[in-house]
């Protein structure tokens, strides 16, 4: 199938609207002072007032676990992340992504197939980057391949190309388009483009060069706001977390005003 449709059909609609949970601190982090069943009540919070807003979709994301480790994280934390996602894809239904810092893209994909979740967020797919954590490297052929191997195939992997918080001086002679396009080759099912940090705005015409520049869907993955939602409105998907929290903060609790001002944001598009 098409890219595309496969989106559309998973989300119900061309485009999608993509609520973040950033789940607190997971055992055995810097920042851990919660059980996690404190954890997995405070998530399915946020995501009914996402749901109940009328976002198309949520992920989950462990954020709060900073600083992060490097391209793999801890059976705690892989299964902490898992038993989250399953109590809120039950208590919402609705399609359910995953992210797991930093680059811990295996993990990911393995938390998605136990709970449930329909696709994984990964960074470091395609092409190499300097991030806060170092040196991030190509996963695609390794990340393929254990999807495969346990049976996972289902999980979409929306790859972030040039993505925030990284040096990209090594890649700088290859466009955003152009990474967008070894991502199709090498077989993700989407693309997300970010700014140079977390809650600062992508470019609209980065967005822009990146959707005509392959046949992916293209999510755009940071700095969303009411405001400026309509200068994406040739993108495909909208993962919004920060502007939707009180102060627009990211680690601060969900303003319900501004996740319902974002979705009604959503919902004035143009039809696709």
């Not at 999608?16 to 998530?43: F, N, R, Y």
Request: net charge neutral.
């Amino acid at each position: 199938m098409d890219p595309r449709q496969d989106f559309a059909q998973l989300f119900g609609a061309p485009r999608a609207l993509i609520g973040m949970i950033h789940v607190g601190a997971l055992p055995g982090t810097p920042a851990a002072h919660h059980s996690v069943d404190k954890l997995i009540a405070h998530a399915v919070a946020e995501a009914r007032v996402y749901r109940d807003a009328g976002f198309t979709a949520l992920a989950i994301e462990n954020m709060h676990d900073r600083p992060y480790v490097k391209g793999g994280v801890g059976p705690e934390v892989t299964a902490a992340m898992a038993v989250i996602g399953h109590q809120v894809k039950r208590e919402t239904g609705l399609p359910l992504g995953v992210q797991v810092l930093a680059a811990a893209n295996r993990e990911a994909i393995a938390v998605a197939h136990a709970c449930g979740a329909e696709f994984v967020r990964v960074e470091g797919f395609v092409y190499a980057h300097v991030a806060d954590e170092g040196m991030i490297e190509s996963c695609a052929g390794d990340l393929l391949r254990y999807r495969r191997s346990i049976g996972a195939e289902r999980v979409r992997v929306f790859a972030d190309i040039k993505k925030k918080h990284s040096s990209h001086a090594i890649t700088s002679d290859v466009s955003l388009a152009e990474t967008a396009r070894a991502a199709e080759f090498f077989l993700a099912n989407g693309v997300i483009v970010t700014g140079a940090a977390t809650g600062e705005a992508a470019s609209a015409s980065d967005v822009s060069d990146t959707v005509n520049g392959c046949t992916l869907p293209v999510l755009v993955g940071s700095g969303l706001t009411p405001a400026n939602l309509a200068q994406f409105a040739h993108a495909h998907g909208f993962i919004v977390g920060s502007s939707v929290k009180q102060g627009g903060r990211w680690a601060n609790p969900l303003d319900a005003e501004a996740v319902r001002a974002v979705a009604a944001a959503f919902a004035a598009l143009p039809r696709a």
